[in-house]
């Protein structure tokens, strides 16, 4: 029998842009963007706490759109935050409004929240009429350091983190620096754990930037953060666009350094622990398994724990020590599911330099609990001094 093989090549554009003040009347840049796709339909979903925040962000978008002569559907305001991706809800709710507004695949989609509202409502978006443009606004530090510009999106199933989900290029991903500044000051630190994850697996530079500049972020100095947030953005967004496999077929994932860990940590946490917070612990424990695997020198294992130390992040959760009934910590199942989620053999990537990784098959478990061993006494620590001050 014969057999056909067809290359079908596919090229993406990826806009990813840093403005402030998108709606007001005298920036011209969203305007500009969907006008370059030539899409005249628009509708905008936005998460209730940013509109909560903003009680006139609304009337802003409306007036924005007034006079540019596009064929305006109006504004969903939407609950967001991480229960959104454990159900059906948000999902359902955005697949209604697209029929109801007739919303097809040349329309704009643009939808401004935290990674969790942007990851399900881009799910429902990526799967309606299998895909329509969407632009995202993230509006978190983590969202605009890391998941506003990746190209995936995905919800929770089965108690497990992102398992359902597709890949999914945005039309336009636009960071607005006016809503970065108005997280809670642990929540707005927290998200720099993912711009210090891309400097230590891809920009030694960019690691060393973080270190010197340590305690203006620590303290939250406005121009300190937009620019570790746009460093990172970058270089998430080079990553995807360089790397050789935007969507993941292969089983390297540089970006999902220390993740294997944090996302069981979500699960076992019952989700009460933040996704940052999650990768704060697997950061640490990742680097504590490099230095004790011999990959990495001890002086640089002791730097990326001090900059997360400086974060106020922490290095340990009391659900790590959770066990099954043979007295086996149930962290370890994550490295399991990690290997499932991704397909192929299992790939962990280790740090050999600040700024550069190294992907292993193998991790050995007596080596990771001495880690979360001596991540516990570290913690003890802390919290023993923190309780003297
Ligand atoms: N798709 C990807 O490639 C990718 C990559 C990394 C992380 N993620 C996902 O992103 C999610 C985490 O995102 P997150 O850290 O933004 O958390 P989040 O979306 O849960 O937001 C945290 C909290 O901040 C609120 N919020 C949103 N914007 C705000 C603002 N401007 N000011 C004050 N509060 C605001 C939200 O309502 C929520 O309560 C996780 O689900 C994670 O799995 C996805
Ligand atoms: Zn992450």
Request: some cysteine; aromatic content about 8%; hydrophobic content about 40%.
């Amino acid at each position: 029998m014969p057999r056909h093989d067809f290359l079908i090549p596919l090229n993406f554009k990826h806009r990813v842009c840093f403005t402030r003040d998108a709606f007001s009347s005298d920036n011209s840049l969203l305007a500009e963007l969907l006008e370059e796709g030539g899409g005249r339909r628009v509708l905008v979903l936005v998460e209730e706490a940013v509109v909560d925040l903003w009680p006139k962000l609304a009337s802003e978008i409306e007036g924005y759109f007034a006079d540019l002569g596009f064929d305006w559907r109006g504004i969903r305001v939407l609950k967001g935050g991480e229960t959104v991706k454990n159900g059906d809800e948000l999902v359902e709710a955005v697949w209604h409004t697209i029929d109801e507004e007739h919303i097809d695949r040349h329309s704009y989609v643009i939808t401004i929240g935290g990674g969790a509202f942007l990851d399900a409502t881009g799910f429902a978006l990526a799967t309606a009429h299998r895909g329509v443009r969407l632009v995202r606004f993230p509006t978190t530090t983590l969202s605009q350091d890391d998941s506003g510009v990746g190209v995936k999106c995905a919800v929770n199933r089965f108690g497990k983190k992102n398992w359902v989900g597709a890949f999914a290029v945005p039309f336009a991903v636009v960071n607005d620096f006016q809503f970065l500044h108005s997280q809670d000051e642990e929540t707005r630190r927290a998200g720099l754990i993912e711009a210090v994850k891309v400097a230590l697996v891809k920009d030694d530079e960019f690691f060393q930037w973080i270190s010197m500049n340590m305690e203006a972020l620590a303290e939250l100095k406005p121009e300190v953060l937009e620019e570790c947030v746009e460093r990172s953005a970058l270089q998430h967004a080079k990553h995807i666009a360089e790397g050789g496999d935007p969507f993941e077929s292969g089983s390297s994932r540089p970006l999902d350094f220390g993740h294997w860990a944090a996302h069981k940590l979500e699960q076992l946490s019952g989700f009460s622990l933040s996704h940052a917070h999650a990768v704060a612990v697997g950061l640490a424990l990742d680097t504590l398994y490099s230095a004790k695997c011999g990959l990495l020198r001890e002086c640089d294992a002791e730097r990326v724990i001090d900059v997360i130390e400086m974060l106020k992040l922490p290095l340990w959760h009391e659900a790590l020590d959770l066990r099954d009934e043979d007295g086996r910590r149930r962290i370890h199942e994550g490295l399991e599911e990690f290997r499932e989620h991704l397909g192929g053999e299992l790939t962990v990537l280790l740090l050999r330099e600040l700024g550069r990784g190294q992907d292993v098959h193998h991790l050995d478990e007596g080596l990771v609990d001495s880690c979360l061993d001596e991540l516990r006494r570290r913690y003890a620590v802390v919290k023993k001094a923190e309780g003297r001050c």
